[in-house]
């Protein structure tokens, strides 16, 4: 099958990695002659933005939506404000097609850096479901004054029924396939309103689930307990503010952002899913072919597995680990002096020899 493939690398360091993860995914075709690609790219980003004063093509979702996936390198860049550069491509591709579930793995692979002492691959090894439409992330609010003594900003939290359900059940489906334990992460001592209907929503669909092992913590002591307990989280639920802060303190005590993925999922498939490394375009390596593309790769996996190829998928892990271990072709933030593309040309060696 021919999955066609948008791929936005984006801005600083995103067209270096991203070009790593299509060299990986090329070679898992000419390996599997069962799965192809078609890749088109397109150029939308922070210097679109310069020259065209927008971030993407005024038809860029209609564009978008003809396709299978979206491969995202990164967005953001000096010049442009970060909330123009969010707001106006990563934001709008997430909300025009409804991709509600962002999949963020925090999994300490073997031979990854960990800077938790006494923690090994067994302890740190999680799976974040992190509600990515509303919440925190939903654009309501209001300024008013702009510029008078007496300004005034108020930005609102949309917490809706249906938003929590779906993405709670999605978690707790997860964790019945998986059969592991689900852990809500919320606020609800403070936040009286959005927090307290998040619980309660997570405590009515628990009912539905009683072979579910269940855990709920407020998101300061989620916080302490990922650093002194990491075990403790298998499947997380959480909102999209508390999942963004939290998947970056993942990826810190299971390798660094080099090593962190995510996926924007469409479970229904009505639109396109989108998949991108989450560790943003490090502007000041830009060019320099010394960035990580390990994150793009395993964003690459996310996509293979989201497309059904659930064997494959576990083979570029399996690639990424190997890596690690040996230690050969890792890039300067993993202690090692590879450039960019010699890290993925060592995956793409990986999967010939074991595959061919």
Known sequence: MVHKIAVIPGDGIGPEVISEGVKVLQCVSRLDKSIQFEFTNFPWGCE?????????????????????????????????????????????????????????????????????????????????????????????????????????????????????????????????????????????????????????????????????????????????????????????VTSNLFGDILTDLGAAIAGGMGLAAGANLNPERTYPSMFEPIHGSAPDIAGKQCANPLAAIWSASQMLDFFGYTEWADRLIEAIGALLIEKKSLTPDLGGSAATWETGDAIVDYLQKQYS
């Not at 969010?86 to 934001?91: A, P, V």
């Not at 300004?151 to 709670?168: N, T, W």
């Not at 009515?204 to 009683?210: I, N």
């Open 48 to 236: 679109f933005y310069l020259k065209n004063g927008k971030m993407m093509d005024d038809n860029g979702i209609e564009t978008l939506s003809k396709f299978d996936g979206i491969y995202l390198g990164a967005v953001g860049y000096p010049g442009v404000p970060d909330h123009i550069s969010l707001w106006g491509l990563l934001l709008i591709i997430r909300k025009s097609f409804d991709q509600y579930v962002n999949i963020r793995p925090v999994k300490l692979l073997t031979g990854a850096p960990c800077p938790l002492k006494d923690k090994n691959p067994e302890d740190i090894n999680m799976i974040f479901v992190r509600e990515n439409s509303e919440g925190e992330y939903s654009g309501s609010g209001s300024w008013l004054y702009k510029g008078k003594p007496n300004e005034v900003v108020i930005q609102d939290g949309v917490f809706s029924r249906i938003g929590c359900e779906r993405i709670i059940r999605y978690a707790f489906e997860l964790a019945r396939t998986e059969k592991k334990s689900l852990t809500s992460i919320s606020k609800g001592n403070a936040l009286n309103y959005s927090m307290v209907f998040w619980d309660q929503i997570f405590k009515e669909v628990s009912e539905e689930y009683p072979d579910v092992k269940t855990y709920s913590y407020l998101v300061d002591a989620a916080s302490m307990l990922m650093v002194t307990k990491p075990e403790q989280f298998e499947i997380v």
